[in-house]
């Protein structure tokens, strides 16, 4: 459970990473933490109902 709380903390830097890159209007970098979020975001998210719902 602590690699899911890990990942997700990840997940949320990464997500206001986008934020503050799109007010800075850098797009190679909206692109990359944007990909970052989507990845970590599952990995997160999978981690979690693995925990919680496989046996």
């Known amino acids: 459970m602590v690699l899911a709380l890990m990942l997700l903390v990840v997940t949320i830097l990464c997500a206001i990473a986008v934020i503050r890159e799109l007010k800075a209007k850098n797009m190679f970098a909206v692109a990359f933490a944007?990909?970052?979020?989507?990845?970590?975001?599952?990995?997160?998210?999978?981690?979690?109902?693995?925990?919680?719902?496989?046996?």
């Not at 990845?39 to 693995?50: D, E, K, L, N, Q």
Request: aromatic share 22%; net charge negative.
């Open 34 to 55: 944007g990909l970052s979020v989507l990845v970590f975001g599952f990995f997160s998210i999978a981690t979690i109902y693995t925990e919680l719902f496989a046996s």
